[in-house]
């Protein structure tokens, strides 16, 4: 692992992966959106507004494993002082933003016909709302001054401190009463969802993932690029 956070290997690594990527997004994608869109049943309450899950859940899963990925690449940099965990956890920081971002909009989206509000301060929105700032604060931090590397310490421990709302969000439903209905998929036991559900939410995931990785792989050589350049210049 250590020797795939060497700028060299890295660059070699992701040039190889960055195609296989590319396919397994457009073919994830369009598979997901048929059978989300066009194969899937409407609930026999929500109709077909439960169709928002197969965007708002996804998006809320990658908003939670994104910012996990950031206080690793955090820990590591601490620890080890590698400089790419660093622009890893940058380059992660903007797409976990938006993802979570998302979950709150959509979320939105689908509670108003549902609840009969756009937004209620039920425990698993708030932590949610929470994770958002938590992204805005880090990225704020990280571009505070003109060069990203000056905010490489602050930046990690800041991550690593907004971990503690990780685990809050995931189990907020458990712990609280909250509106918000309890875990259907990630729970111990079996999944509680109909499988004509589960495959299209499973697939969406997949391409989630695979768009995260793609942006991540991109924005990270692009920041390497600006630090040799940044280097060349002085």
């Not at 250590?2 to 073919?27: D, E, G, H, Q, W």
Request: net charge positive; with cysteine; charged share 10%.
């Amino acid at each position: 692992m250590l020797k795939l956070l060497n700028p060299y290997f890295f660059s070699r690594f992701t040039a190889r992966l960055v195609p296989i990527l590319l396919c397994m997004l457009i073919l994830s994608l369009t598979f997901g959106l048929y059978q989300a869109l066009i194969v899937s049943p409407a609930d026999y309450q929500q109709g077909e507004m439960v169709k928002m899950m197969y965007i708002h859940v996804p998006a809320a899963w990658m908003s939670l494993t994104i910012y996990s990925f950031i206080a690793v690449c955090s820990l590591i940099n601490l620890v080890w002082n590698t400089k790419l965990s660093y622009l890893l956890a940058i380059a992660a920081a903007v797409p976990g933003a938006a993802f979570a971002l998302i979950t709150l909009v959509t979320g939105s989206l689908w509670g108003k016909p549902i609840w009969g509000a756009w937004w209620v301060w039920d425990a698993r929105l708030t932590s949610m709302l929470i994770l958002l700032i938590l992204y805005l604060s880090y990225l704020a931090v990280v571009n505070s001054g003109d060069n990203i590397s000056r905010a490489e310490k602050p930046a990690a421990v800041i991550a690593l401190i907004g971990f503690i709302n990780v685990p809050i969000v995931k189990f907020s439903v458990d712990i609280w009463y909250s509106l918000h209905q309890p875990a259907s998929v990630l729970r111990l036991g079996s999944p509680t969802i109909h499988s004509s559900m589960l495959l299209p939410l499973m697939l969406m995931f997949i391409s989630f993932i695979c768009y995260f990785l793609l942006i991540l792989f991109i924005r990270t050589q692009i920041l390497l690029n600006q630090l040799k350049l940044n280097r060349m210049l002085r």
